[in-house]
């Protein structure tokens, strides 16, 4: 089933964060119908710095192609304000979808852009991003390929302010909307009620975040189409490498840590190696 007739099915889709192709496998495996690829979580991991715009274009592009010659999952993207103006958003659009993206989300902040759970962040026009929506609707090669706009206005102008931007991005065109960051269980409710049954709605869990936390059942309840847990893999792997290096430095040894790692045979059949060596015997030349 396409993602866009599966967020219309009346079952939430819960997509979880990830970052490169190994977490995108490890998803899969684990039953997940979708992933989201996390502009944050690439900041977090390949630079080691916070979500605040260093995450380029090229280098979310790169990590798409390689998620998808890995799994075959619908595969959500995270392209932070589009890089740019409504230019780059289509160029960004073509590319993205080339690479293998299932669905773009796009915000209305400023560049630099931050974390939608940072202090400190500035929006475009409305205006300005209705027409970034537009140029990504044009731009795309099939409908299949999904807009989701995001607006980060309940942060910066307040909650009706926000619910207003989000028609117009419907308006413009948006196939999912995402007002991110509500402060309270009742903005939550007050969301879905403007726009469920008009259009799919994302919803965004951060642990520690501005949002309370609910399940997906619970927010399938309140009318809830998809909801996104984006940093949560690297908050969990953080936990355990900071425990793992701790030990080894402290002990010289992974004794102490081998009833929670996978030994080399156990990541090799995580990772298919027996699989793509017995493909690999079927090329060779049998004379």
């Known amino acids: 089933m396409r993602l866009g007739e599966r967020l219309t099915s009346g079952r939430i889709v819960l ?3 990830v970052y490169d192709a190994l977490t995108a496998l490890l998803a899969a495996d684990a039953g997940a119908e979708a ?23 090229s280098e979310v592009a790169d990590t798409i192609a390689l998620i998808r010659d890995r799994v075959a999952l619908p595969l959500i993207v995270d392209a932070d ?9 289509e160029r960004t659009t073509r590319v993205f979808e080339r690479m293998g ?38 731009a795309r090669a099939s409908p299949d390929t999904l807009v989701i706009a995001r607006t980060d206005a309940l942060a910066v102008e307040g909650y009706e302010p926000a619910l207003e931007r989000a028609e117009a991005y419907l308006e413009a065109g ?4 995402f007002v991110e960051a509500p402060q309270s269980d009742e903005q939550l409710a007050g969301i879905a009620r403007r726009f469920a049954g008009r259009v799919p709605l994302m919803a965004n869990m951060v642990e520690g975040g501005r949002t309370p936390l609910h399940d997906a059942a619970a927010l399938e309840r309140l009318g809830y189409a998809l909801v996104i847990f984006p940093g949560g893999i690297v908050r969990a792997l953080a936990h355990t490498a900071s425990a793992y290096y701790a030990n080894l430095v402290a002990t010289g040894s992974n004794a102490g ?8 045979a156990g990541l090799n059949a995580a990772i298919g190696t027996p699989a793509m060596l017995a493909r690999a015997k079927t090329f060779q030349d049998e004379s």
């Not at 900041?43 to 260093?54: Q, S, W």
């Not at 759970?117 to 929506?133: D, F, Q, S, T």
């Not at 948006?174 to 909307?177: F, N, Q």
């Open 15 to 17: 997509a979880p964060g």
């Open 35 to 57: 992933v989201y690829l996390s502009g944050a979580s690439l900041a977090y991991t390949r630079f080691g710095r916070p979500d605040i715009g260093l995450v380029s274009m």
């Open 81 to 89: 304000t589009g890089f740019g103006n409504a230019m780059n958003v």
């Open 101 to 138: 993206a299932s669905a773009l989300q796009l915000e209305d902040q400023a560049f630099p852009k931050r974390c939608g759970h940072l202090e400190g962040k500035a929006l475009v026009g409305a205006g300005e991003m209705a027409g970034k929506i537009r140029a990504a609707c044009g």
């Open 174 to 177: 948006a196939d999912v909307l």
């Open 257 to 264: 840590f081998r009833d929670r790692m996978l030994d080399f």
